[in-house]
């Protein structure tokens, strides 16, 4: 019997709030995005929840009752753990990302407001303006007639992925492993727009803007605008992306365009890409300022304060692997068993990756594939022969082509980001 696809509850939500509580509750909105619940709309809450609820007129739109958060109604999405429902965001966890090119269900989600409910192609437009010599106002259709359309396999992963192993932990959404996928993206070249707008010999950076709204409601406050400098953007394998998988985008991966830009943290990557606007400074948008997706420029005692002039923007993503075969924490009777997962580097390329299965007293090297293109990432399998019944650990290790190597333990950071310590598994042989 096929396994009914579904997804839980907050992503209906997040998707369409307004739609979500329509079908769901019945919830009546008004003008200040708040609402109250009447008739058969209380009913239903009451009947899903089990009780009434007594304050049910103070409920913002789209508020999931945490009760309810983890009920699977739709398809859409599969198995993601739910770290927040405002703004959603939801890890895939390592052994539901197995396949070369991740599935759009388990691509996780990552957002910084509450995404548009609008996200058609049809009169979708994409302004390209700032310092260039031809501004631009594009339409998806626009984009693929007048650029070369391709497919590229390619990372992405949130700058914040293994936050949740900081000791003292650092604020933020606590992903573990599951902040990182590999899917095939469709859309045309950045530097192919770029080029056709007229980059002026002033331009630094870009700044990147896209149609989620701030989770206040403020008008014109936007929740995430960041950019890159310009000798990146014209990397050849940053793509303008409207279909994922051969399929359009997810509306929870920035439907019905983004931007998909591999190597650097997924903040780049501007879901519901409505505006690139190219300037003479480095951008000072949302999430670009203050401490956001920066590190210290020099190792800090966990826990320290620092100035915030001493933080830098973090630019390539450091080498990384992960397991994701077999499922941490299986009892097994097999003593010779497969092991395989994924590696990636950032700008770089992976070169080797090692495996353990006595804490790290021996290593054996694991068969490296290669990619299927930049930035994409490897396949990595090898053998383990375990000795006799026991509590295993098996350890993944990689290296990249300038020889730097993924640490047991990485230096704390206020943020928490850049987590590139090993990934563990457990293992029960019977």
Same mark, same amino acid.
């Given at each position: 019997?096929?396994?009914?696809?579904?997804?839980?509850?907050?992503?209906?939500?997040?998707?369409?709030?307004?739609?979500?509580?329509?079908?769901?509750?019945?919830?009546?909105?008004?003008?200040?995005?708040?609402?109250?619940?009447?008739?058969?709309?209380?009913?239903?809450?009451? /009947?899903?929840? *089990?009780?009434? %609820?007594?304050?049910? !007129?103070? $409920?913002?739109?789209?508020?999931? =009752?945490?009760? &309810?958060? #983890?009920?699977?109604?739709?398809? /859409?999405?599969? *198995?993601?753990? %739910?770290?927040?429902? !405002?703004? $959603?965001?939801?890890?895939?966890? =390592?052994?539901? &990302?197995? #396949?070369?090119?991740?599935?759009?269900?388990?691509?996780?989600?990552?957002?910084?407001?509450?995404?548009?409910?609008?996200?058609?192609?049809?009169?979708?437009? &994409?302004?390209?303006?700032?310092?260039?010599?031809?501004?631009?106002?594009?339409?998806?259709?626009?984009?693929?007639?007048?650029?070369?359309?391709?497919?590229?396999?390619?990372?992405?992963?949130?700058?914040?992925?293994?936050?949740?192993?900081?000791?003292?932990?650092?604020?933020?959404?606590?992903?573990?492993?599951?902040?990182?996928?590999?899917?095939?993206?469709?859309?045309?070249?950045?530097?192919?727009?770029?080029?056709?707008?007229?980059?002026?010999?002033?331009?630094?950076?870009?700044?990147?803007?896209?149609?989620?709204?701030?989770?206040?409601?403020?008008?014109?406050?936007?929740?995430?605008?960041?950019?890159?400098?310009?000798?990146?953007?014209?990397?050849?394998?940053?793509?303008?992306?409207?279909?994922?998988?051969?399929?359009?985008?997810?509306?929870?991966?920035?439907?019905?365009?983004?931007?998909?830009?591999?190597?650097?943290?997924?903040?780049?990557?501007?879901?519901?890409?409505?505006?690139?606007?190219?300037?003479?400074?480095?951008?000072?948008?949302?999430?670009?300022?203050?401490?956001?997706?920066?590190?210290?420029?020099?190792?800090?005692?966990?826990?320290?304060?620092?100035?915030?002039?001493?933080?830098?923007?973090?630019?390539?993503?450091?080498?990384?692997?992960?397991?994701?075969?077999?499922?941490?924490?299986?009892?097994?009777?097999?003593?010779?068993?497969?092991?395989?997962?994924?590696?990636?580097?950032?700008?770089?390329?992976?070169?080797?990756?090692?495996?353990?299965?006595?804490?790290?007293?021996?290593?054996?090297?694991?068969?490296?594939?290669?990619?299927?293109?930049?930035?994409?990432?490897?396949?990595?399998?090898?053998?383990?022969?375990?000795?006799?019944?026991?509590?295993?650990?098996?350890?993944?290790?990689?290296?990249?082509?300038?020889?730097?190597?993924?640490?047991?333990?990485?230096?704390?950071?206020?943020?928490?980001?850049?987590?590139?310590?090993?990934?563990?598994?457990?293992?029960?042989?019977?």
């Amino acid at each position: 019997m096929k396994k009914q696809e579904h997804t839980p509850i907050s992503r209906f939500y997040a998707e369409d709030p307004e739609a979500a509580e329509r079908r769901l509750l019945g919830r009546i909105t008004y003008p200040d995005r708040r609402g109250f619940l009447k008739g058969a709309g209380l009913a239903a809450l009451g /009947g899903l929840l *089990g009780t009434f %609820v007594p304050y049910h !007129r103070n $409920m913002p739109l789209g508020l999931i =009752p945490v009760a &309810l958060a #983890d009920s699977d109604i739709i398809v /859409g999405k599969d *198995g993601l753990i %739910v770290l927040n429902d !405002r703004p $959603m965001n939801a890890e895939t966890p =390592p052994h539901l &990302l197995d #396949d070369e090119v991740t599935p759009t269900s388990r691509h996780f989600i990552r957002n910084n407001g509450i995404p548009p409910t609008n996200t058609g192609a049809e009169g979708w437009s &994409l302004t390209i303006d700032g310092l260039v010599d031809n501004p631009l106002t594009l339409s998806i259709e626009d984009l693929k007639s007048r650029f070369r359309v391709v497919t590229e396999n390619l990372v992405i992963e949130c700058g914040g992925n293994g936050r949740a192993g900081f000791n003292p932990p650092a604020s933020g959404n606590q992903w573990t492993f599951g902040a990182v996928a590999c899917s095939a993206w469709t859309g045309v070249r950045l530097a192919d727009v770029l080029k056709a707008a007229g980059v002026k010999d002033s331009v630094i950076y870009t700044a990147h803007e896209g149609a989620d709204l701030h989770l206040s409601g403020q008008a014109g406050k936007l929740p995430i605008s960041r950019g890159v400098p310009i000798e990146k953007a014209m990397n050849s394998h940053n793509l303008i992306a409207f279909e994922m998988n051969g399929e359009p985008l997810h509306p929870m991966n920035g439907a019905p365009l983004r931007l998909v830009v591999p190597g650097w943290p997924g903040s780049c990557s501007q879901k519901w890409l409505t505006r690139i606007w190219l300037r003479d400074q480095v951008h000072d948008g949302a999430k670009m300022t203050g401490t956001s997706y920066k590190v210290p420029a020099y190792p800090v005692a966990p826990g320290s304060e620092v100035p915030e002039q001493d933080f830098r923007v973090i630019e390539s993503m450091p080498v990384k692997s992960l397991i994701t075969f077999p499922e941490s924490g299986i009892k097994t009777a097999e003593r010779s068993l497969e092991v395989r997962g994924h590696a990636w580097a950032g700008d770089r390329k992976v070169n080797a990756v090692h495996i353990t299965h006595d804490f790290g007293a021996t290593w054996q090297k694991a068969k490296l594939s290669r990619p299927a293109n930049p930035y994409a990432w490897q396949r990595w399998r090898a053998k383990v022969d375990l000795p006799q019944a026991g509590y295993y650990e098996i350890w993944a290790r990689a290296t990249d082509d300038k020889g730097v190597s993924q640490p047991f333990a990485i230096d704390w950071n206020p943020k928490g980001y850049l987590n590139n310590s090993f990934h563990r598994i457990a293992l029960f042989v019977q």
